[in-house]
């Protein structure tokens, strides 16, 4: 009787196993919910970090089995992980905090894909695309490796500029001693010691010149607005134009980022808000929400800013040119503002 107690007990306790090893996809999304809480609490208390990083990676392991309506799912949340073990590595605060943003941006996507694939029927379109939507989702290898950023690719100009220059004066010095040596041999001591006399002297004013070079005045450091490095002296123009051109190159998701960056940069000229290093996009959107000229135009290209940038889904020129139009909307908006202000 004990014997088949125990065989009960042992079926019973590989069972719990075997469950928890997979979860429902309502309990997958309470956890990227949860997590996305997590991002925030560190957002406003960076000495959280220390237990709410770890506590992150326990509610979203790296790969997990999901119940989906179609079937059980292998979930790869290994994008995640790298980018927190990113934030741990990073000494930069903006840097860091553009790390936190990006990964609060895109569990808040997620869980919005999520909500709506569990809808009831009768709040779909389409139940069967929403289900392939979600598996689409899921599925999906998550994010390319990186380009090399602005200040990534300016450090590399510059050792190769300087290897460059030290094989010049390399060059130049071993030239020199071959002159020294070879005046040696064919007119006498006397020419040799002037020769490396002038090479002493020329070296003492090069050295004495290059103590009194004043250094370049260090640029403004850049910003990070919502992950986009921006240079402290960047119009909204010029973000508007990189926009453009970055559509012009087909990169439709990365123009719709750096329109919205523009308008956030507008708004923080006219003095309708202020840039923060730790603020989101839906806090800036808030912070406007009593200008309808702005906030409605606005609104439209956060959700879109969402889906296609956080929500990594494709974007097109007919999208790009939605988004064009109400961020022209938004900048006149801004404008009347800022003419209201005045008078």
Known sequence: ????????????LLLAKA???????????????RAAEQIARIRAD??????GLPYI????????????????????????????????????????????????GRLKALDDHLKRGQAKPSEQRDQAADKEKIREILSRPEYREK??????????????K?????????ESFSGLLARIFGASRSGGLFSSV?????????????????????????????????????????TPRDLADAAIAAAARGDFRSAIRKLYVSLLYELADRQILELEDSATNHEYLAKVAGHLPVFTPMRYLTDRFDFVW?????????????CLARYREAMQGAQALASLSRS
């Not at 380009?147 to 190769?160: L, P, V």
């Open 310 to 322: 956080y929500g990594m889904f494709p974007s097109s020129e007919e999208d790009f040119s939605r």
């Open 194 to 234: 002037l020769l490396l006399i002038l090479l002493i002297g020329a070296l003492f004013l090069a050295a004495w010149m290059i103590s009194h070079i004043k250094p370049p005045k260090r640029r403004s450091k850049k910003r990070v607005i919502l992950g986009e490095e921006v240079e402290a002296d960047a």
């Open 57 to 104: 990676k326990r509610l979203v392991p790296k790969t997990e089995d999901v119940q989906t309506p179609e079937g059980l799912l292998k979930v790869d949340n290994t994008w995640l992980w790298t980018i927190l073990d990113s934030y741990s590595k990073e000494t930069d605060r903006q840097q860091r905090l553009a790390r936190l943003n990006e990964a609060e």
């Open 19 to 33: 469950a928890q090893a997979q979860s429902s996809l309502l309990n997958y999304e309470h956890r990227v919910v």
């Open 162 to 170: 300087a290897r460059e220059v030290l094989m010049r004066v390399f």
């Open 46 to 51: 960076s000495d959280y970090a220390e237990e």
């Open 147 to 160: 380009e090399d950023t602005f200040i990534g690719r300016t450090i590399k100009k510059g050792i190769a």
């Open 1 to 12: 009787m004990n014997t088949t107690r125990i065989k009960i007990l042992a079926v019973t």
